[in-house]
């Protein structure tokens, strides 16, 4: 797998508990790709894109370094990115 939606991403990332909340957050204008805002779910994220994130409680910057075919726990969720940034606002 090359690529994946990025609403389907966020949720097997686990930001999001339900991927409606991923799709949500993105059509909301929370969600940047590599510095641009990404109104659309449906966007394509690959290995090496830079996704921001504004949460409640702040802001995540994670580097995408994988792809997953199901939501797995939280150890699994944890090997599709790389902590670039977790800060509050």
Known sequence: MERQRLDKWLWHARVVKARTSAA???EAGH???NGVREKS???SVKV???VT???DHGVRVLKVV???ERRGDATAARVLYDE???GKQ
């Open 31 to 33: 969600v940047r790709v």
């Open 84 to 86: 670039l940034h977790s």
């Open 48 to 50: 090496g894109d830079v």
């Open 41 to 43: 779910p449906g966007h």
């Open 66 to 68: 994988g792809f997953s």
């Open 24 to 26: 949500a957050l993105v």
């Open 53 to 55: 994130i504004a949460l």
